[in-house]
């Protein structure tokens, strides 16, 4: 996923718990419709970006691909660190 993708689904997901919160949904129909809502609201986001930069913001890439890639190696010192604070837990 893209630092894009991911703000869709961000919005996606923020929009549906603001959605729920004001609505209060009872019931897993109404909480459905609410859900749509939210998708909706990142779709409509995704298209008109689409609009804008005249190609799809979908890519095939997954998060864990990108995040290896944009992850810099990790120096002796700070491995080191970090294993020391996983041991205090």
Do not use: D
């Not at 959605?19 to 990142?42: C, T």
């Not at 095939?60 to 992850?71: E, G, M, S, W």
């Amino acid at each position: 996923m893209t630092n894009l993708e991911l703000a869709l689904n961000t919005l996606a997901e923020v929009s549906t718990t603001e959605i729920s919160k004001k609505k209060k949904p009872k019931g897993l129909e109404n909480n459905k419709q609410i859900a749509r809502a939210g998708g909706l609201a990142a779709k409509k986001a995704r298209i008109e970006i689409e609009k804008q930069i005249g190609e799809s913001v979908i890519t095939p890439r997954n998060a864990k691909i990108l995040t290896n890639k944009q992850t810099p190696a990790l120096s002796a010192k700070t491995k080191k660190s970090l294993k020391v604070e996983k041991l205090k837990k």
